[in-house]
């Protein structure tokens, strides 16, 4: 069974940059694809960004310049490079990624659990 973990969550000042980790567990896991959702106290789950090893990347409206999303080489992790951080992108931030387990087998999608972002003015 194959786990995400986010990391690089914390408190920050309006302006300040963080970079979101997403990592796959299991020595063989490969990240086909992944997509960063937040979500706010009181709003909707929202999409921020997605990219795939096929291409197709697609950053939200409320991301656009600021944001950019990837997958290492190793395949291993993913990123969500957040820059000019707003009091706005305050929210819990989670990975949603397919990930093939072993090489040549099947992909399944997994969720991690999130990483929180606080964002001050």
């Known amino acids: 069974q194959v786990q995400l973990v986010e990391s690089g969550g914390g408190a920050v000042h309006a302006g300040e940059s963080l970079k979101l980790s997403c990592s796959a567990s299991?020595?063989?896991?490969?990240?086909?694809?992944v997509a960063w959702y937040r979500q706010a106290p009181g709003k909707q789950h929202e999409l921020v960004a997605r990219t795939s090893h096929f291409g197709g990347t697609h950053i939200s409206d409320s991301g656009k310049g600021r944001f950019t999303v990837s997958i290492d080489g190793d395949e291993k992790t993913a990123y969500l490079q957040m820059n000019g951080l707003e009091p706005e992108d305050t929210a819990l931030y989670s990975c949603?990624?397919?990930?093939?387990?072993?090489?040549?087998?099947?992909?399944?999608?997994?969720w991690g659990p999130g990483t929180q972002v606080t964002v001050s003015s």
């Open positions: 299991g020595r063989t896991s490969s990240i086909r694809s």
């Open positions: 949603s990624a397919t990930v093939r387990a072993r090489p040549f087998g099947p992909t399944a999608d997994y």
